[in-house]
């Protein structure tokens, strides 16, 4: 088992920038897909990011592709998501998730271990 703790988030003007992390602890953390998604108030869990768990495959969502980027520094047992050039539409609480496959999927439903999420808040 693993546990996920974000942290990062906050407000932000548009154009601005925010680097989310998710710490984790637990079983060896390089044995795991990690995952970020976000969630705004009425809205489904939508994928943001994934990184394989040695870091060399990375995967985007549509809407945030070429504006946010995923890394990873197994050492430290955590997983960035640099996000620039934010807009107001990219508000939600972010989650980070983990999941043992050795495919880094885009769905919630695949992932087994989740964070509490953090909260971000873009500004007009």
């Known amino acids: 088992q693993v546990q996920l703790v974000e942290s990062g988030g906050g407000l932000v003007q548009a154009g601005g920038s925010l680097r989310l992390s998710c710490a984790a602890s637990?079983?060896?953390?390089?044995?795991?897909?990690v995952g970020w998604f976000r969630q705004a108030p009425g809205k489904e869990r939508e994928f943001v990011a994934a990184i394989s768990r040695g870091g060399s495959k990375t995967s985007y969502g549509n809407s945030v592709q070429g504006r946010f980027t995923i890394s990873r520094d197994n050492a430290k047992n955590t997983v960035y998501l640099q996000m620039n050039s934010l807009k107001p539409e990219d508000t939600a609480v972010y989650y980070c998730?983990?999941?043992?496959?050795?495919?880094?999927?885009?769905?919630?439903?695949?992932?087994?271990?989740w964070g509490q999420g953090t909260q971000v808040t873009v500004s007009s």
């Open positions: 637990g079983r060896t953390f390089s044995d795991y897909c």
């Open positions: 998730a983990a999941d043992r496959r050795s495919y880094c999927a885009s769905s919630p439903s695949d992932y087994d271990y």
